[in-house]
């Protein structure tokens, strides 16, 4: 067979050119979900699809699908995808790489005039940020199920509109129903949002799977009072149980090494004021681990830190699950597919599991899923300061595109 | 000599009266200083003053001198002050109990027909607090030489105004020259701020100094990265740091126990998400002891602390000394006679130092200086919440008032 490879210079034109709709002055993107700028690039995307012969439907969340026919169209089709939305400071290439991936392989196809056996589609997912309309990947998880209709709907920004009328306002209000589209696979490409791959040299992640993720909120109830006036054994104090705990949970992550990480990535003290001992500490713990038997065992361990800091505190200490997400791996063949094809195209590459949650991890809850990584500059994602070396960006798409090539031909027995 | 008492009914129904003036629903006082509510109870206690025979004179920063002659009034003034301003939203008796217990002397005084050897004077110090314009006593620390009458009136609230321009538009800058004034003693009352007297069931603190204070403000400079996708050994992780630091100084404290103290009352994480490694902290350090060699090892220890944890955790922390107060002592006659006073009147006392700043530290510097505590519910200050049992604002009252005639006589030589 023919030899395809995408076109790596207008993949990254096209990257720059789009980038220009929410541009920052800081060589960002500033393109929240649902917001005008997001309707810019929505119709630039389904006007480009078009442009090379793809039909495309919206579902009822809003997400595009713009799919090209393949030689039997009874078949479920093979899905590229990834979202065009931003955090409100973000970068050119957290999600809206994997979409324009998409596109520049059906430009290649387009070309080459190569008909996939199964109809292929892009997908851009509403809302995968989260940062306008909580929680995050809103459409992914409505589409798997994990979320109702009505829930998505009725969540609101802090402006108080509504994800639905929002969609409506932008003209995205789809009829296709939300979560009845069987795929017979999906692929993403996504930026790593990690040091892992550039601190190694590798080109290309395979991504086996995700991490399980453990999110805790903690309210530590103490008593606030005069730091000059309150002898230390009268004390209560929230800040001290705070920084006991965060010191603590980062000793389990070294425990449970080298794939074991904690966070405490947000701590609010009350009054937090420099002389008055802190009367509350509300904080957040978010513990991480590929292995769910490790994953639990951490979250037990910090249970028992907090009970024992809270004993030795004198403190009154709160700690709620806010997340329970436990590891999950993708489908074998799609994973072998994405790593057979970065062997054969000659790209260094490691497996690896996804640290962030992507709208694969939901998808993958309803069709065979895998996803491809690519390198980012010192690691840095949600940040203007975002940046991707373009040869490893070409390498990813064409990773992508044979990675859906082979599925294709396996999925058809077409081989 | 005939035994005087103060009318403890009418100082408790003063300091009610009084409190009406930034009154809040939640039982405290908001009268920031030189706001209209301040002027309105400078322009109140004026009157008061007058009303017991005072001449009234106003300085430079704006400080309120209520003056009642004595027998030979070329003697230096024996005064009796503290503050009228209040925390936004402070309590009722903070600095309040001290100004309005030392007019309670002279209503006392004024109603058994009692003159002094020496005048006596009453002082509403200008700006205590620090709330509105930094740094917190700064009218007598102008009156005692620590701040130049141009760096007090340069000062600025947060909304531009300054110092000098809000003394004029209340109607309070005087002009009388700050600082040229000099005192034969200087007495302040003053509610503890802290639980000691109340968890031992003393009435009086019989205030023989002030603890050193060393503040700082640290920033850590680490990395902020994806908290799902940066293995722990590639974190540079400034809560981690900030964490062992408020960890360590507590326990530097405790190796200095019984009256070593150390506070980290306020930090604020950068970006401070959850799922992000907080890539800067900013936070303060407030360490305390009455004892100037081991307030400095303290200072010292806290340094290394830093040093080691840089290290440790792959930041970089700068830590900047804010404020270097060292311990100082009371003049020991006028600490002499607030003991005797409250020994010969009954009440149950106990010496010791002041935690927090007061105006009477920065007096101490130019004039024989003492304190009288007295105990505050739960001892909770700077809150709405403060409360004072009726029956310890009188005795305290009244050791002053004994504390005030008996160094008037031993200052004259008169017993």
Redesign the interface.
Known sequence: MQELHVNGSRLWETIIETGKIGATPAGGVSRLTLTDLDREVRDWFVQACKAVGCTVTVDEAGSIFARRPGKDNSRDPIAVGSHLDTQPLGGRFDGIAGVLSGLEILRTLEENEYTTESPLEIIDWTNEEGSRFAPAMLASGAFSGVYTLDFIYDTKDREGKSFRDELERVGYLGEVPVGNHRLAGYFELHI?????LE?EGQMIGVVRGA?G?L?YELTVNGR?????????P?RK?A??A???I??GV?RI??KH??D??S???????TP???????GRAFF?I?L?HPDEQELLAMGEEADALVKDTAADTRTDISMVNVLNMMPMKFDETCVSVVRDSAQKLGYSHRDMV????HDALYVARVAPTAMVFIPCED?????EAESVNPEHMTAGADVLLHAVLEYDRRMSGAR
């Open positions: 790593e949002q990690g040091p892992i601190m991490q993720q999110w606030a009072s005069h730091a000059g006036s309150t002898p230390m009268m104090d800040m001290l705070c920084a006991r965060a010191d980062n992550a070294l090494a080298p074991g990480m966070t405490v990535g947000l701590v609010e003290l937090n004021s420099r002389n008055v001992i802190p957040t978010d991480r996804s640290g962030p949650g690691g840095i994602s949600h940040n």
